[in-house]
């Protein structure tokens, strides 16, 4: 069965700063990720998406993430982090056999600091 | 494009009553819909896959009796918590996905809070 890990509860970072959201996977065959947003009270909001082609997937607000299959990860990067990106993300998986089922990782709160 | 949306926002029901989501797909038709429960702070955690005309699938350990699913056209899937109780309360939330040429995700409603008193 799919699985995925976000080891962080919170991210904290400082306005202007890089930020990062770690994921690691687990999927038999090739892995479809996903990132989400969701705000206080909100349903999700798809950030961006990895099926196949170049590993570096650019995606809304300014996000990225970085498919890197031989450590199993799809780690969510910005820049240059606004204090608007304050929320709750999550990284899920599916497989490409037809099983269209996601599995969510616990989700990350990210805090940024003014 | 790809909009879900969810009725009501939120409810309030007494422990005992019927309680009624309704999901739909504004611009595109959904062969698959998906429920989820989500607690505070906390995952989401699949309740149920309908599709659109057949049974819908639960996941282990979500009561079908209790939790009805309806797909009945290809922009509609309702949830109703039968008989609620106080347990019952969370955040309801529910996503859309079609089969089209290079479509993956699903796309998500903005949940249906209830609280049961």
């Not at chain 1, 990062?20 to 961006?48: A, D, E, H, I, M």
């Not at chain 2, 595109?28 to 607690?39: I, K, L, S, V």
């Not at chain 2, 699903?106 to 049961?116: E, H, I, K, M, S």
Request: charged share 15%; with cysteine.
């Amino acid at each position: 069965a799919q699985s995925v890990a976000q080891p962080e509860d919170q991210v904290n970072v400082a306005e202007g700063n890089p930020l990062t959201v770690k994921c690691t996977y687990s999927v038999s065959g090739n892995p479809y990720l996903f990132w989400y947003v969701q705000y206080p009270n909100r349903g999700l909001q798809f950030l961006l998406k990895y099926i196949t082609g170049d590993n570096l997937v650019k995606g809304s607000y300014g996000f990225e993430a970085e498919f890197n299959k031989s450590q199993t990860s799809f780690h969510l990067k910005k820049p240059s982090a606004l204090v608007s990106d304050s929320a709750l993300y999550f990284c899920a998986v599916r497989d490409s056999h037809g099983n269209n089922r996601l599995a969510f990782g616990k989700g990350n709160q990210v805090v940024v600091i003014p | 494009g790809a909009v879900v949306s969810q009725h009501p926002s939120w409810v309030i029901c007494k422990s005992g009553t019927s309680v009624k989501i309704e999901c739909r797909s504004l611009d595109f038709q959904a062969t698959t819909m998906f429920w989820y429960r989500q607690f505070p702070k906390q995952s989401l955690m699949l309740m149920a896959t309908s599709n659109e005309g057949s049974k819908a699938t639960y996941e282990q350990g979500v009561e079908k009796d209790k939790f009805l699913i309806n797909h009945a056209s290809l922009t509609l899937s309702t949830l109703t918590v039968t008989s609620a109780h106080p347990e019952d309360s969370s955040f309801y939330i529910c996503s859309a996905g079609f089969a089209g040429e290079g479509s993956y995700e699903q796309y998500f409603g903005p949940g249906t809070r209830l609280t049961v008193t």
